[in-house]
């Protein structure tokens, strides 16, 4: 991982969805990896619960995370007023691939931005624009 | 108490100075045990990483043998930071003494119970989403709500029905998700033209029904209703009632608890007027402010 980035990880605590055996190889992976990281146990609720830690997690600068579908992680942070940078964000999809390439892109140290393309805005990321112009 | 009434607790494991680092199998075991209890947890070695937020408290869980990681960048212990020395702990008690100490202070501060609720709700991908208020219109349970811009947004995550994914079902533009649903595109999968048109379909829920969705549940509840009075057995009403669900349920994968918990037909009514009303109130505000601000394009 590039210094500096932050590796994300979702436990995707209340859905079978995401298949154990992913969900498990990864994290002994990132446990023995020996790199700084960070786990949540389901992003999903801590965006429902607008927890505040949600910024810590955003932070800036660049940004690996393992959980599901990129364009529903991309919405889960923006609905929470907290959008992922395009530019500095890489999204592994637990669903879909393997435990081995899911630890391989986030142990790997360049970040391959994929945040699928868009101009739409949540309210809430206009709501924060708009105070952070005042 | 509230989603939103609540402070959010992680947990820290601080292997840097002066702290002796957890071994992989016991970083392991202690991810997976704080996660099982629905915390975060972050694994840093940096002092500077350790930062006091009023609104997030931390567990700092290390090795310290009696000593604080001195660093001028750390802040000291207090009510948002929370040092936990554990090395006297053997591996085997590492997991249950940090979950322990997290469980007090999640009691003590009143933290969210994680396992009171499954996270289901509506995620709206704004790079789809026209603003047409048909989730807005659809929805009897108060989940959308509109913005001060009105521009259509989720307001009550908590009010949405647990695996019902109905409202994503009559978006023209497959612009909802619920990331824990089972298939594409509602899962969050790429939506594709073939998609579109399926969705597109299936948005006009009534003409599926053979007619008007409330008026439906209405008419079948008070026919119900009545047989009920004149046979005097409830099992039949009840079996009435579940016949008439059974289509809505095939449709538009709405589970059969939320179908059987759906108010009384009145409510229904009244509610599905209330929402009409929302929807149609934002739409004219939307089309006064364009008219009062033409897109330049």
Redesign the interface.
Known sequence: MAENGKILYC?????K?VPDEVKEAV??GL??SG????????L??????????LR?LHGGGPLKVAA??????K??F??AGVPLDPAQTQICNM?EESAEQVLSQLTHLELTPNV?????????E??DEAEDSR | MSLTQTTALQVILFEGEPATPFTPDERKSLFRQILGRGFSIRRTSQPEAVSVDQRVQSLVVGRFHGQSPAHPGLPESGQNLVFLDVSDQPAANLADCVTGRAAELQTERQHFDHKSWKPWFPVIDYDRCTNCMQCLSFCLFGVYGVSDIQQIQVQNHDNCKTNCPACSRVCPEAAIMFPKYKAGPINGEIVNDSEIQREKMKVDISSLLGGDIYSLLRDRSDRAKSRFSKERDSSKALTERQKCLVKLQKDADIPPEVLMSLPSPEEIQRRAAEASAKAEAAIQANRQRQAANPDPE
Do not use: F, T
């Open positions: 436990n995707c605590a209340h859905a969805v994290l002994d446990c023995e790199l700084e990281w960070q786990a949540v146990s389901d999903c609720e801590m965006v429902a619960r607008r927890d505040p830690a810590q599901c579908y990129p364009r529903a992680v919405w889960l923006g609905s669903r699928p393309e868009g101009a739409g805005k949540a309210p809430r206009i709501v």
